[in-house]
């Protein structure tokens, strides 16, 4: 496993910005944002961000796709994402800060599976939508200015910004309907998500979903267009972009954090599927 020692800055805790803030306990922070802001430097979180733009103008890379910032705008960061952004002059926006635990409260306010909202991270708003949310926040960043502040009062507004947030983004999920029709490709990509780096075969989840890895791979061609043997190669991919962009580790230390117990067949797995090889990818700006 990768130690701490051998991480620059690769995982930012809510701590960092609870400095100097009165409520520094709180699970929960507000911050607004004015003005131009720049990260260059791409980076993790270990909690959750949800982001709404008023008047914004920019763009912002999060795992390694870019999505341009405008007006009335959502952006959902989810704790482990790479990301970077430039925010242009004259732009305005708030930002809840969430603690992992305290997000829990909430969660199932979102309504549709994280799978979605890692793969549509922006999500844009209607007037009416956008109004709603900037009053719960306004009225979130009221709750825990006051000082007979209630958790449950804000986890409830937090509740409420959920379900704003799912109803104008079941809006935008174009793959919706196949989620719905088969939640096994949901359960799939959940469980990639937590075994890739030791389980790389598609019979390993099958047998998790109590079906064929020939059926497993039926589904995923029917519903998303692409191989379940595709779908694991994405998701380790992603974890060798982000390890290499947001760490200082040798390459071969990366590939067998990832489970490739040869160094030079994760460098030609890499580049197969990106077109460059780690290193080089690394170095990129």
Same mark, same amino acid.
């Given at each position: 496993? #990768?130690?701490?020692?051998?991480?620059?800055? /690769? $995982?930012? =805790? !809510?701590?960092?910005?609870?400095?100097?803030? !009165?409520?520094?306990?709180?699970?929960?922070?507000?911050?607004? $944002? &004015?003005?131009? %802001? *720049?990260?260059?430097?791409? *980076?993790?979180?270990?909690?959750?961000?949800?982001?709404?733009?008023?008047?914004?103008? =920019?763009? &912002?890379?999060?795992?390694?796709?870019?999505?341009?910032?405008?007006n009335r705008q959502i952006h959902l960061l989810f704790p482990g994402q790479v990301h970077t952004w430039n925010i242009?002059?004259?732009?305005?926006?708030?930002? !809840?800060?969430?603690?992992? *635990?305290?997000?829990? %409260?909430f969660s199932a306010s979102f309504r549709f599976s994280f799978v979605e909202y890692h793969n549509h991270p922006v999500i844009e708003l209607e007037p009416d939508s956008f109004k709603l949310l900037h009053y719960e926040f306004d009225a +979130?960043?009221?709750e825990l200015a006051a000082e007979d502040s209630l958790s449950e009062l804000i986890s409830s507004r937090t509740a409420v910004i959920a379900s704003i947030i799912s109803k104008s983004?079941?809006?935008?999920?174009?793959?919706?309907?196949?989620?719905?029709?088969? /939640? %096994?490709?949901?359960?799939?990509?959940? !469980?990639?998500?937590?075994?890739?780096?030791?389980q790389k075969l598609v019979s390993f989840y099958a047998?998790?979903? *109590?079906?064929?890895?020939?059926?497993?791979? +039926? $589904?995923?061609?029917?519903? #998303?267009?692409?191989?379940?043997?595709? $779908?694991?190669?994405? %998701?380790?991919v992603l974890e060798a972009k982000r390890l290499l962009k947001t760490t200082t580790v040798s390459v071969k230390e990366i590939a067998f954090e990832l489970g490739f117990i040869d160094h030079a067949y994760f460098s030609n797995f890499f580049k197969t599927q990106t077109g460059t090889t780690p290193t080089d990818f690394r170095d990129l700006l």
């Open positions: 496993m #990768l130690t701490n020692k051998n991480k620059h800055i /690769p $995982l930012l =805790g !809510l701590e960092e910005f609870r400095k100097d803030r !009165l409520h520094s306990k709180e699970p929960l922070l507000f911050n607004e $944002l &004015h003005g131009e %802001r *720049h990260i260059h430097k791409p *980076h993790q979180h270990d909690f959750f961000i949800i982001i709404l733009f008023d008047q914004a103008k =920019g763009n &912002h890379t999060i795992d390694f796709k870019e999505y341009q910032i405008s242009e002059p004259e732009t305005t926006g708030y930002q !809840l800060m969430i603690d992992r *635990h305290f997000f829990e %409260r +979130i960043k009221n983004a079941a809006k935008i999920f174009t793959d919706l309907n196949n989620y719905e029709a088969e /939640p %096994r490709i949901v359960k799939f990509q959940q !469980l990639i998500d937590v075994s890739f780096k030791e047998a998790k979903l *109590h079906i064929s890895a020939n059926y497993l791979n +039926i $589904l995923c061609k029917k519903y #998303l267009k692409i191989s379940a043997t595709q $779908l694991i190669q994405q %998701r380790t």
